[in-house]
């Protein structure tokens, strides 16, 4: 823009609302991906990649990142990678610990149910407001 | 130099010129949204975590989710971050007049995203699907189930804040815009009060799978 | 070498070694501490000798510029960094071990409560306070908490491990030494948390055997080691086996469960512990601790090949010791008499050479 | 050069020019005299618990007292002290002075934190005054209140961002033409480092310690065992701050030693670029070893593993220092002074601190050490050894700088010795009584622990005893000091290129830089100097 003292390439209404259809067309993808039961594994995958497509859409075009660049993307890579590291090493933790201390009930650790760790002697763990390991039917 | 600082009064004393204190300001903004992110980063892994240990809890309490509601509360999100776009962007033509109805219809589709989250809530209130100790829904039970409504209410509480924040930055952006503050030279609180409007957009993004569609 | 080793755990203020494990876990901490106070001495040394031999000689006094080598600044790097991992090879290892206990460990129950530990041997006495053990056999610890976070800790054992609320963390340990050794909690817990002591008492194995055999004769109070409490439910601790019968009844389990083999609405109870059974959508699971409790909270996840879901759940009628004492009770249903109470009490395997 | 507008100290009179001032030379005079205030709040409960601690039984208080006690001495110290001591005091005054601007880059928000500070000081301590752990569920279900500390420790989080924040735009903002960042001072380099942690990090406690309000306001059950939760998910996000943390209150410390080695060596620092980029080093692997402070928490064997290991590489950064600053004194001209001695006190406590922290994260010795005296003595070592010596100096080496007198350099001398003395003895005996296996916040204790217990109690008298010197002489020489003159110690520092004190507007014009700081090669014209 010439009229701007910005010396960089600047997006005009037709390129946001390119986006905006983009943003809708994704929305309107992982409703029906959503809709078409996969397994849970890929539900999760796809959801949370589309999800990502999204993201980066609105980061990179109305949040500017695509013309500033910089500093500004730094500061997003970093704080995306410390999200990545915290859920990545705590769930590795979960994941491998000792079974009886996830929480009970937790699965798919659920070999043996809490109860039987019960040892034999009167005091017992405070009982489990989480409701029976109940299925609806 | 100097002289251009001295035909704007914008110009803070310490900075050198206009383009350095957008710069700055600009920098500033998108390192508080770090702080945002990072926010939400603990929400975000509490939930990677219980969800992780209870898959059929929450994939069971997730059936209990309007999607209706949610998807259509995406769009309205997601257009609303297009109409700032534009806001910013004729703030820096100086068409002060198309900025601020473009953030006026942003602040509108707020009102109407919390509308909506507001009707969600009120099912969630009346079913007893709520979080902890005051969950008391029938129809579901299990390990997990109020861990997700938990998590539910949390975050999309949080999310909701920041959106009612977010219509109090974008109104107090308007007025000035209609004052007459902006101008083609000077436009940076437009930009930042836009900024963080798109991250609370962004957030939604992906509170949207993880509790509706997952 | 055992000169050294007292010298050293005398200088550092260490407790006695109560465990071959506590002995390994010295010998690295006199390692870390003698290479790093090496290391941090010559540094000193060095900073003391330039203090003297620099001394500014004049104000506004010049210095040359000095630019590192790259050799020089790989060393500073390469040298510590070689050292800590040295320390960390050796920890971890040891660190693993401790995670991990032997399959022919005997579990003994720890429950921490503010501000008091508990005791319980399957099958066996429980105590307050004060944890007796053979010396020369590997113990597990299963660590639960009644209220907030404790943490067990053995100094001379060289050995913590938090105890959580609402779940459980394991440990273990092979006492060599006899002794009495103190306990302490080493989370804060609240007002009493440094009175929250307990006692280690490692016995030769012959002696904690005859201890052990007393506590199961004498009944009731005996069963107590040191003050007995007034609320125990001295009861269900005396006989695990006659409390799940007991439950099995007062529960109706027997209008649809026999115990001597017969066909009824239910499977057999009798020779079902471990056995493998086929389930009527294919699978076959082993009838363990883990499928009886389940079947009993969950009836209709897993239904044994021939039988109709009929039966109700039990969650919520049973508390858990009392769904331990019928999977107790069921486990003690056997043909082979061979063992007909396998799970009296812990069954050690005598380690030779101790 | 010549300057003719008035210094900062007097350029304005009254209260209402202090309390409203966007100054950053006058607002780190602000901050220090509250930060120095809250040092002796927390330091006078530091007495009364190692009072409590003389005898095995009761001394002269209650287990609830005790409670409280050590609850106001970690928080004080750590939020009020530690954290904001060196960035907001320092940082505030010099960052702009070494950068040659005219202030930070946004000074509302500067203001800002000091009325966040005072306010979240305020309703924290108010709050402790019946306080408890941050360990959940303990203090989800302890009766005494945990919310007012929680939410005082989120303001002054909030302060402590902000801080960070205006710091990081300031550096990349508003460097002096020919500033180019290989010849920022180190003091920028760590400053810009330690900010960069604040500001992610100290987000993650905000909403962790606002977690635990919810949690023990309406019982949601997000860590509580009852209901599914996990306290260890809250350990994981509760260290996932608190180890950088760390990071935070010893960076800075860092930033003031590297500049007072190298002016009181008359020296160039030995390895510039390893000392700079260690900090961002640190800065940055400090994020990824929170977990080995949970060994013994019920963490899985492996992630214990990963821990262990990397907490292996974040120790590489501090020694890389170490060896630095000591290679500094090389060919240097050594002048020992008081800041120099504290110097020294610093690099020798913060090699000890930092090998017993190497130690304590070496796994299967952390299993013994866990939440016992050994741990209590490395974090002194590190925070009191490193950090309050790294203060000590800088505050002795910028005193002329901030108020244009000098303090008695005998006095100094001597209190310095003191402190370090007092210091030792106060804290050995912690790392023999943690070897014996005495646990943290013990209120009472075996009698095998006595006589340790004794010493170090002597030894933290002696300690108060030292800083109560420190505070009486420098405030004595507020009124009768000797005029320092502008460059006292011939530093080359670029924030002795201003008058001490500094006029309002630091410089008169926008300086350009051509040398880098610290540069001793040649005899400079005109070069003056008071000291030696």
């Known amino acids: 823009m010439a009229a701007t003292s910005h010396a960089h390439k600047e997006f005009g209404p037709a390129q946001y609302l390119a986006v905006w259809v983009g943003l809708l067309v994704l929305t309107a993808l992982t409703v029906a991906v959503w809709k078409m039961h996969f397994s849970l594994g890929t539900r999760v995958t796809l959801a949370l990649t589309i999800a990502t497509f999204k993201a980066g859409l609105v980061a990179l075009f109305f949040m500017h990142l695509w013309e500033h660049g910089g500093v500004t993307r730094l500061v997003m890579a970093t704080s995306l990678l410390f999200l990545v590291l915290l859920i990545g090493l705590v769930l590795a933790d979960n994941a491998t610990r000792f079974q009886y201390a996830n929480p009970p009930y937790s699965e798919p650790w659920l070999q043996v149910p809490y109860q039987q760790m019960a040892p034999p002697m009167q005091d017992q763990p405070p009982p489990l407001e989480a409701a029976p390991p109940q299925r609806r039917p | 130099m100097p002289t251009e600082a001295a035909a704007t009064p914008q110009l803070a004393h310490h900075f050198p010129s206009l383009e350095a204190q957008e710069h700055a300001a600009r920098m500033g903004m998108w390192l508080f949204l770090a702080t945002e992110i990072l926010l939400f980063t603990v929400l975000f892994t509490a939930y990677a975590v219980y969800r992780f240990l209870f898959p059929t809890g929450f994939e069971d309490a997730s059936k209990f989710a309007h999607v209706a509601l949610g998807a259509t509360n995406t769009v309205v999100l997601i257009t609303s971050s297009l109409t700032v776009a534009l806001a910013i962007y004729y703030a820096r033509q100086g068409e002060s007049r198309k900025t601020v109805a473009l953030l006026a219809v942003t602040i509108a589709f707020g009102a109407a995203f919390l509308v909506l989250k507001g009707f969600e809530y009120h099912d969630h209130f009346v079913e007893g699907q709520l979080p902890g100790r005051y969950y008391h829904f029938e129809g579901l039970s299990g390990p997990g189930v109020s861990m997700y409504f938990t998590l539910y209410f949390l975050m999309t509480g949080l999310h909701g804040l920041h959106v009612v924040v977010g219509m109090g930055v974008l109104t107090w952006v308007a007025v000035r815009a209609a004052r007459g503050d902006f101008s083609r030279s000077y436009s940076t609180p437009v930009e930042l009060g836009g900024l963080y409007w798109h991250l609370v957009d962004l957030i939604w993004i992906f509170l949207f799978p993880l509790f509706y569609l997952l | 070498m055992n000169e050294i080793n007292e010298f050293l755990r005398n200088l550092l203020f260490l407790p006695k070694q109560a465990s071959e494990y506590a002995r390994s876990i010295d010998h690295l901490h006199f390692f870390v501490f003698v290479s790093s106070m090496i290391g941090a001495w010559t540094v000193v040394a060095t900073t003391l000798v330039f203090i003297v031999r620099y001394r500014r000689r004049r104000a506004l006094q010049t210095t040359e510029h000095v630019d590192p080598k790259p050799i020089q600044e790989a060393v500073f790097v390469g040298v510590p960094l070689a050292l800590f991992l040295a320390f960390f090879a050796i920890g971890y290892p040891q660190y693993v071990t401790l995670q991990t206990p032997p399959k022919d460990a005997s579990d003994v129950y720890v429950m921490a409560k503010k501000w008091m530990w508990k005791f319980a041997y399957p099958g066996g006495p429980n105590s307050t306070d004060v944890l007796r053990v053979p010396v020369g056999r590997p113990i597990r610890l299963l660590l639960t908490s009644r209220d907030v976070i404790h943490s067990f800790f053995v100094p001379a054992l060289r050995l913590k491990q938090d105890v959580l609320p609402g779940r459980y963390t394991q440990t273990w340990f092979q006492a060599s030494e006899p002794g009495r050794y103190p306990i302490f909690c080493a989370e804060y817990c609240g007002l009493g948390h440094s009175a929250m002591l307990g006692e280690l008492v490692v016995m030769p194995a012959g002696e904690f055997d005859s201890w052990m055999e007393q506590q199961r004769r004498t009944n009731h109070a005996a069963a107590q080691d040191e003050q007995p409490i007034a609320s125990e439910d001295v009861d269900f601790r005396g006989n695990l086996l006659e409390q799940g019968r007991r439950v099995a009844v007062v529960q109706g389990c027997f209008k649809c469960h026999s115990v001597d083999g017969s066909q009824h609405v239910g499977p057999t109870w009798l020779d079902l512990y471990n056995r493998k059974v086929k389930l009527e959508d294919g699978r076959s699971v082993v009838a363990d601790e883990a499928y009886l409790t389940r079947s009993m909270m969950e009836p209709n996840a897993e239904i044994v090949a021939g039988y109709k879901p009929v039966m109700p759940t039990f969650q919520g009628k049973l508390s858990a010791p009392e769904a331990a004492a019928i999977v107790e009770f069921i486990k003690s249903l056997r043909t082979d008499a061979a063992t007909p109470e396998p799970q009296k009490g812990p069954i050690y395997v005598p380690v030779s050479g101790k | ?532």
């Open chain 4, 1 to 532: 050069m010549t300057y003719n507008s008035p210094n900062y100290l007097n350029a304005e009179k009254g209260l209402r020019s202090w309390f409203l001032t966007l100054d950053h030379k006058r607002i780190a005079v602000m901050y220090l005299v509250l930060v120095v205030a809250a040092f002796a709040l927390g330091g006078f409960f530091a007495m009364l618990i190692r009072l409590e601690l003389l005898t095995p039984g009761p001394t002269i208080m209650d287990a609830m007292t005790y409670n409280r006690m050590f609850t106001l001495h970690g928080v004080i110290m750590i939020f009020l002290f530690m954290i904001p001591a060196i960035p907001s005091i320092f940082g505030n005054f010099l960052l702009p002075l070494m950068l040659g601007a005219e202030d930070v880059a946004f000074p509302r928000i500067n203001l800002f934190t000091v009325y966040l500070y005072l306010i979240g000081a305020a309703i924290a301590v108010w709050g402790m005054i019946q306080g408890g752990t941050f360990y959940t569920p303990y203090s989800t279900t302890t009766v005494t209140t945990v919310a007012p500390v929680l939410l005082g420790a989120f303001i002054l989080g909030m302060g402590s961002v902000l801080t960070g924040l205006n710091f990081i735009v300031t550096i990349h903002t508003l460097r002096a033409p020919g500033l180019t960042w290989m010849r920022l001072p180190l003091f920028v380099w760590a400053m810009y480092a330690t900010s960069v942690i604040q500001v992610l990090a100290t987000p993650v406690l905000g909403m962790t310690l606002l977690l635990v309000a919810v949690e023990k306001a309406f019982g949601f059950g997000i860590f509580d065992p009852a209901r599914g939760g996990d306290p260890i998910l809250f350990q994981h996000l509760f260290w996932f701050y608190s180890h950088p943390a760390v990071y935070i209150m010893v960076l800075p410390a860092m930033a003031v030693v590297s500049e007072v080695v190298q002016a009181f060596a008359r020296k160039n620092i030995f390895g510039y670029k390893a000392v700079a980029f260690s900090s961002l080093g640190i800065a940055f692997v400090g994020f990824f070893v929170w977990g080995h402070h949970l060994f013994t928490s019920g963490q899985s064997t492996f992630a214990s593993g990963i821990f262990g290991v990397l907490s292996m590489f974040v120790g590489i950064f501090t020694a890389i220092k170490v060896f630095n600053w000591t290679a500094t004194l090389y060919k240097g001209a050594i002048h020992v002074a008081a800041p120099f001695v504290y110097f020294l006190g610093f690099l020798y406590f913060l090699m000890f601190g930092g090998l017993t922290g190497i130690a304590l994260s070496t796994v299967s010795l952390d299993v013994h050490w866990q939440d016992t005296y050994f741990v209590v003595a490395h974090f002194h070592f590190i925070m009191v050894g490193a950090t309050i010596m790294a203060f000590l100096a800088g505050l002795h080496y910028w005193w002329p700088k901030m108020f244009g007198r000098m303090y008695s350099e005998r006095w100094a001398l001597a209190a310095a010795v003191l402190v370090i003395l007092g210091f030792n003895a106060t804290f050995i005996p912690q790392f023999l009584l943690g070897n014996m296996g005495m646990p943290r916040r013990y209120y009472s204790y075996p009698e095998q622990f006595w006589s340790l217990n004794v010493a170090s109690t002597a030894g933290a008298s002696l300690l108060a005893f030292g800083f109560l010197i420190v505070l009486a002489y420098l405030v004595v020489s507020l009124v009768n000091g000797r005029v320092a003159g502008p460059n006292p110690w011939g530093s080359r520092g670029y924030e002795w290129n201003t008058p001490s004190p500094p006029s309002v507007l630091n410089f008169p014009e926008t300086p350009t830089i051509t040398r880098s700081a610290h540069d001793y090669q040649d005899a400079l014209e005109g070069e003056v100097t008071h000291a030696h």
